[in-house]
């Protein structure tokens, strides 16, 4: 079978919106899988957290998990209460991006790309199972490996041993099956050393094996998963559903609550302001679309579509807020440009180009660490390794330079004190 040639994805490119405070991906189902295979095939460092509602209650509530899913490099919507709110904050015909189907499809691509699986937790019995199943469904696909753990914590030994063997399988999507959170824990705590793409899928390996029955379509689609799973297992479920359910719909209400008074009140405000005011926003506008045009960051055709968007459709939204609900740039980057960037030039002293590029959601943590350790092999300035790693485009680090004065802001190692 020939392999699919593909592009590496840098994880900026991946439009996210906040759903009670956790970053979501907003993307199609077949992009996210487009991008989950483009980085299995060029075997990098990634992690997909598959996130229902428990998820995220349990990221709000709980600080270092949060943290997990802000350092995940997607985030995508499984149950439909997700979907329904990235529809209705602006990502309109989101799909949902569930573990089983996520299972289906990477199984069925997988062998196109060159790209072999791993599956890691639940019960041997379990697993032997869905070899059985996968083998007659996707005879293509290649099993790197198959192997239950230990409800114990490992030994560092055995963990080391666990990792080395996933290394020497050369795959490059690792299924893991140990429930939220201890999934993404996992996940999180081994990213920097599986060259792999994680993914937790909870309990999606009992119900391919047959064991527990998939809810029908209809109940999937119309947000009853969750009652069909309850009615399965309800004694395990039923405290968790009553400790989350309730929680998050306090919590998505508040927050559509704010969105839309937010928006009710910017269509007002556009009424009553005099025509100057419409003026003066007009050319902000302008001004925040040639900054980043001028970055690479948007295309002549999206400024024209937003400026039309706003004199037709969304007269009561400003510039960036239309490219940010159309997924095109993230909210923090638009204010950034719109609002950081003009004033950096006035700015006695500066900080370190990384700083800005994730002040600007340009680059995250994993990335800046990323980038830095390059520098100490290649001898090259911050901003260049991050051109070259395709993250950063060299128009963006040259309008950041122009706006600092400052040649010598690429930052050396000692930006990990300055950050």
């Known amino acids: 079978m020939a392999k699919v040639l593909s592009l590496p994805v840098p994880q900026n490119c991946i439009p996210r919106k906040r759903i009670v405070g956790s970053p979501v991906s907003a993307l199609s189902f077949e992009r996210q899988m487009q991008v989950i295979l483009s980085w299995a095939s060029h075997r990098e460092r990634r992690t997909v957290c598959v996130a229902n509602v428990h998820m995220l209650v349990e990221a709000h509530s709980n600080p270092s998990f949060a943290k997990v899913l802000e350092r995940s490099d997607l985030v995508t919507p499984d149950g439909m ?15 949902r991006v569930a573990g089983m189907d996520v299972l289906y499809s990477l199984c069925q691509q997988a ?27 996707y005879p293509d696909l290649e099993i790197a490996g198959m192997e239950p753990l230990p409800f114990r914590p490992l030994t560092p030994e055995e963990d080391e041993e666990l990792v080395d063997r996933i290394e020497r399988s050369g795959a490059g999507i690792v299924f893991l099956s140990l429930g939220c959170p201890k999934q993404e824990n996992w996940i999180d705590v081994h990213r920097d050393r599986l060259r792999a793409v994680a993914i937790g899928v909870g309990g999606v390996f009992p119900v391919y094996a047959g064991l527990h029955r998939h809810a029908p379509l209809w109940m999937r689609e119309a947000g009853f998963e969750w009652l069909y799973r309850l009615v399965q297992e309800p004694r395990r479920l039923w405290r968790r559903y009553a400790e989350t359910i309730p929680p998050f719909l306090w919590l998505a209400g508040r927050q559509l609550a704010t969105h839309y008074g937010r928006k009710a009140f910017n269509r007002v405000r556009s009424y009553l302001q005099p025509r100057d005011k419409f003026r003066e926003d007009e050319l902000r ?5 040639r900054l980043l045009l001028e970055a690479g960051l948007i295309s002549p055709e999206q400024v024209k579509a937003v400026l039309e968007a706003q004199s037709r459709e969304h007269p009561d939204l400003r510039f960036g807020e239309i490219l940010a609900m159309r997924g095109w740039l993230k909210q923090e980057t638009v204010d950034f440009f719109a609002e950081q960037l003009p004033a950096l030039s006035e700015l006695p002293s500066q900080s370190p180009i990384g700083h800005y590029l994730k002040s600007a959601a340009l680059l995250d943590e994993h990335q800046i660490d990323e980038i830095l350790l390059a520098q100490q092999h290649v001898g090259l300035r911050f901003g260049e390794v991050a051109v070259l790693m395709g993250w950063v485009k060299q128009e963006t680090i040259d309008l950041l330079l122009r706006f600092t004065r400052n040649e010598s802001s690429f930052p050396s190692l000692m930006y990990l004190k300055s950050s």
Request: zero cysteines; hydrophobic letters at 40%; glycine letters at 10%.
């Open 111 to 137: 062998p196109k790309y060159g790209v072999s699986v791993y599956f890691l937790g639940s019960h041997q019995a379990i697993l032997d199972r869905m070899k059985q199943r996968l083998d007659r469904e």
């Open 285 to 289: 506008a302008r001004r925040i679309g």
């Open 81 to 95: 209460p997700l979907v329904w709110m990235l529809r209705l904050l602006g990502a309109s015909g989101q799909d």
